[in-house]
């Protein structure tokens, strides 16, 4: 079981970086990356677990935006 690509997106000045990690019971993990230059990177493993990819991608990515608008 493959990665998917990471998901990279923008929310407020920050880079939100999104990957689905495939774990070995078959699920996807959903980590994430935060990052904003002039900031140490946040990052942030296995928020939850999925059964597709795409999900967990999406979930880590709004996962994202709702901490850098509670920390912006």
Do not use: C
């Amino acid at each position: 079981m493959d990665a998917m690509l990471p998901l990279l997106t923008t929310h407020r000045g920050f880079r939100l970086k999104a990957s689905a990690e495939p774990t070995p019971d078959g699920l996807h993990a959903a980590d994430l990356v935060i990052e904003k230059p002039g900031r140490p990177a946040q990052s942030f493993s296995g928020l939850d677990f999925f059964y597709d990819g795409e999900q967990a991608l999406a979930y880590a990515t709004a996962w994202g935006r709702i901490w850098v608008d509670m920390k912006a």
